[in-house]
């Protein structure tokens, strides 16, 4: 499932940041499934932001420092409606899920 539809993900304003100032280099952020961060001697940077998945903030979550933020999610929100990402999703669902039925009737 894509979730932009076509959307390019580099046009879409959502990576974490870090306050060094705040982080106590605890690691929860090198958790990430999607590879973002990479450690170094000062700690945890955001080396592939655009690995990150959209609309999620788990390492913002679980960092013992609060250290890590993203963007509002307004801001995603509007972005969206804005440029019709929903209503795309909608129908890609919808056309996912009539696959998926028509190939479970032929196997019947």
Request: hydrophobic letters at 30%; proline letters at 5%; one cysteine or more.
């Amino acid at each position: 499932m894509a979730w932009l539809t076509g959307y390019p993900r580099e046009k879409v304003n959502w990576f974490p940041t870090i306050d060094h100032d705040k982080c106590v280099k605890c690691g929860m952020c090198m958790n990430c499934g999607r590879n973002v961060y990479e450690w170094t001697k000062e700690g945890p940077i955001v080396a592939q932001p655009y690995n990150c998945i959209i609309g999620c903030n788990t390492c913002a979550n679980l960092c013992l420092g609060n250290a890590i933020s993203f963007p509002n999610l307004n801001e995603l929100r509007e972005l969206y409606k804005r440029e019709g990402i929903w209503e795309k999703v909608k129908e890609q669902l919808q056309r996912e899920v009539s696959l998926i039925l028509k190939r479970s009737c032929q196997e019947r």
